[in-house]
């Protein structure tokens, strides 16, 4: 069936890159979808966590507080990854450069700095694992404080 969408091909090698693109689209919709029934009770369960269960709680400004604090974050959130990604970038381009001096191959510094990276955060994952899940225990408590009270009536 699959291959009666695809169009034709002349090499055979596209048309297995299309199809493992399905599958993979494929499976990241399952994924979604088996897990999403779950997701309300996983956020719940983040939120009552010891260093989040006393934000938010003031009568009048815990709401505004907890949508404020949730705009920030869907704000910054894709600020700080891309300028992680660009210092991933940057790193491989210095690396790629101390490469070539040396005359290995260039197409290895994105995995050697993939690599010291994901190593360097395993050595250090005891100093920013506790705030970042400070952090997101902090955004499913805003979640749950906004999502789940009433709106305070106008007087």
Do not use: K
Not at 67 to 79: G, K
Not at 82 to 103: D, P, Q
Not at 109 to 126: C, E, F, K, R
């Amino acid at each position: 069936m699959v291959w009666a969408l695809l169009p034709r091909a002349n090499m055979r090698g596209h048309r297995l890159r299309v199809l493992l693109l399905v599958v993979l689209i494929a499976t990241a919709i399952t994924i979604f979808l088996l897990s999403s029934g779950r997701l309300e009770e996983r956020i719940t369960w983040l939120a009552n966590q010891p260093s989040g269960t006393s934000a938010f709680q003031h009568p009048e400004s815990g709401r505004s507080d907890a949508l404020i604090a949730l705009i920030s974050t869907a704000v910054l959130t894709p600020i700080a990854i891309l300028i992680v990604m660009i210092a991933f970038m940057f790193l491989v381009g210095m690396f790629e450069g101390v490469l070539v001096l040396v005359h290995l191959p260039d197409w290895l510094s994105a995995p050697v700095v993939g690599l010291v990276s994901v190593v360097a955060m395993y050595l250090t994952a005891s100093s920013w694992v506790p705030p970042s899940f400070a952090a997101l225990t902090l955004v499913a408590r805003a979640y749950i404080v906004f999502s789940h009270t009433n709106p305070p009536l106008f007087r």
